[in-house]
């Protein structure tokens, strides 16, 4: 029987409605799977060997109680078919230094997914830098000057630490708000960490990033209706820098404009 491994954050503290990490566990362990659990701490290297501290776990499908664990053993990491490394950000000196480990483990035989070297490589910020075309006008720098020269070139701008998730520390200023050079200090600390800015796309349509896949913006098609039932017209209102245009049918019957690259203008 193969066994599946996992490195994530508490199991406890996760949202069971959206959290993928649980929905992967359930569907393995539909398939007869054995789940080993383990947090990032509970991994260690001794004489170049990976070991960690894994407890057997049970999932179910009920947001009331939905885990079950087992008691702790040590084991190598080379015993597991397959871990998952699906520990969140933010992307430390700590996440890396478990990157290490987990190609120890790929060494002697362990599936490791995602693989070790690329979640040093790609970086979920700066991998974009591989696709300019694809995203909004885009900075990175710890540079105060220069993120104040981009404000006011953009006009308005998202401002984010490379290493974070899930909106912490993110932060939307436009040129002469009075707070921004406090944010722009706090999030460089003074040229000692460096962040990524992009131009902001979404004005008062309602727009949102996150809910369609990487470099869409999605942006309710309802806002340009004039009567209920009357066909959508959103050509004057939504333009992409490629004139690629997509109308997409989510559910609920609520229908969204998204395109990539955007460039939403009034």
Same mark, same amino acid.
């Given at each position: 029987m193969a066994t599946l491994g996992v490195v994530m954050d508490p199991i406890g503290s996760i949202k069971y409605h959206k959290d993928?990490?649980?929905?992967?566990?359930?569907?393995?362990q539909a398939r007869g799977w054995q789940l080993r659990y383990l947090e990032m701490q509970d991994l260690h290297l001794r004489d170049g060997v990976a070991y960690g501290n894994a407890r057997p776990l049970q999932v179910c499908a009920d947001q009331r109680r939905w885990f079950e664990l087992g008691d702790e053993l040590e084991m190598p990491l080379g015993e597991l078919d397959v871990l998952l490394m699906r520990k969140d950000p933010p992307f430390d000196m700590e996440y890396i230094y478990a990157t290490y480990l987990l190609e120890q483990a790929e060494a002697t035989g362990c599936l490791v997914v995602n693989k070790a070297q690329s979640l040093r490589d790609a970086n979920e910020k700066l991998f974009t830098a591989w696709f300019p075309q694809c995203t909004p006008p885009t900075l990175v720098t710890s540079d105060k000057q220069r993120i104040r020269r981009f404000l006011a070139e953009q006009g308005e701008i998202i401002?984010?630490?490379? &290493?974070?998730?899930?909106?912490?520390?993110?932060?939307?200023?436009?040129? &002469?708000?009075?707070?921004?050079n406090v944010i722009i200090e706090t999030l460089t600390d003074n040229k000692n960490r460096t962040v990524g800015e992009m131009r902001h796309t979404l004005l008062k349509y309602g727009g949102k990033l996150g809910d369609a896949p990487p470099g869409y913006v999605i942006v309710p098609a309802s806002v340009w209706a004039r009567k209920r039932g009357e066909a959508l017209d959103l050509e004057p209102v939504l333009e992409s820098s490629h004139g690629n245009r997509h109308l997409i049918l989510l559910r609920r019957g609520k229908v969204y404009a998204a395109c990539p690259s955007p460039i939403l203008r009034r």
């Open positions: 993928s990490t649980l929905a992967m566990l359930l569907a393995a401002v984010k630490p490379l &290493g974070g998730m899930g909106g912490a520390s993110v932060f939307h200023i436009r040129d &002469g708000d009075l707070n921004t």
